[in-house]
């Protein structure tokens, strides 16, 4: 039809690989930037800021912000309705998109805001959900995000604040998975599995590669363990001194940067 255009010489200059998340950054037409992902069948577009697709459900910067606002409004009577179950899996899938594309072009805090923001919504979609099936179905992913999150905290600690807080950031992490584990009783597979056993590798690599021995954080657990008090009160002290750095709402193949 007259004055529709397909993309034939950018999928023709961009090439997709199986198995790879190949991702840029773009300057539209209208100045601002946005992230294009390569996908089989042609590419994805998503905006920077609030919902990757630029809608406002409700006026609200994400339909998680406006699905909050509804419950506030019912009450603790509020049920996710049918259509704002599908809402909800719209957003989820959006930005898991996004988040791997983050992750992909290493802004790694980006990608922990966006996995901050699907573990946030997970909970409130667990608080309200019309049936346990349902719930089950996203709640099984929970530990991928979980994942997600924490290897994003941990390179962006590892970039800004170097290896120690990266390794931090990665402990904090995997008590986060324990307790996860703990609360669906399953405690007993924490060790065995794959993604703590990832994260685990991931902190191994960073302390071997910069040679940073135990910190004071674990020094404190061993120091407790031992019921060396005197000395768990001096580490104690040692940390009290130290700024806490926070990752905010802030693997895959890097992408490129296009118009940056």
């Known amino acids: 039809m007259a004055g529709f255009r397909d993309i034939d010489s950018i999928l023709k200059g961009w090439p997709f690989r199986p198995g790879e998340v190949t991702a840029r950054m773009v300057k539209a037409r209208s100045g601002r930037q946005v992230i294009q992902m390569r996908v089989d069948m042609g590419l994805l577009q998503m905006e920077m800021e609030h919902r990757p697709d630029g809608e406002r459900p409700g006026g609200a910067e994400t339909f998680f912000d406006y699905v909050v606002g509804e419950a506030v409004r019912e ?7 049918k259509e704002q179950c599908a809402e909800a899996d719209r957003e989820f899938v959006q930005f898991y998109h996004r988040r791997i594309c ?22 409130f979609v667990r608080d ?29 600690a590892l970039e800004e604040d170097g290896p120690e807080s990266a390794i931090r950031e990665i402990n904090r992490g995997l008590d986060r998975f324990k307790d996860l584990f703990e609360r669906y009783d399953a405690a007993e ?6 993604l703590v056993k990832r994260l685990s590798d991931m902190r191994e690599h960073v302390r071997k590669r910069y040679d940073v021995g135990s910190t004071l954080e674990e020094q404190l657990a061993q120091a407790v363990e031992a019921e060396n008090y005197e000395l768990a009160a001096q580490l104690r002290d040692r940390m009290r001194q130290i700024p806490t750095a926070s990752v905010g709402h802030t693997e895959a193949r890097g992408g490129s940067r296009e118009g940056r």
């Open 189 to 194: 597979r924490f060790s065995d599995d794959e």
């Open 75 to 81: 009450g603790e009577s509020f049920t996710l309705s």
């Open 128 to 156: 309200h959900s019309p049936d346990e099936e349902w719930t089950l179905s996203h709640e099984q992913y929970r530990p991928f995000v979980l994942f997600h999150r924490v290897q994003a905290g941990a390179l962006a």
């Open 102 to 123: 983050w992750l992909a072009l290493r802004e790694y805090k980006r990608a922990a805001k966006d996995a901050d923001h699907s573990l946030a919504l997970m909970d």
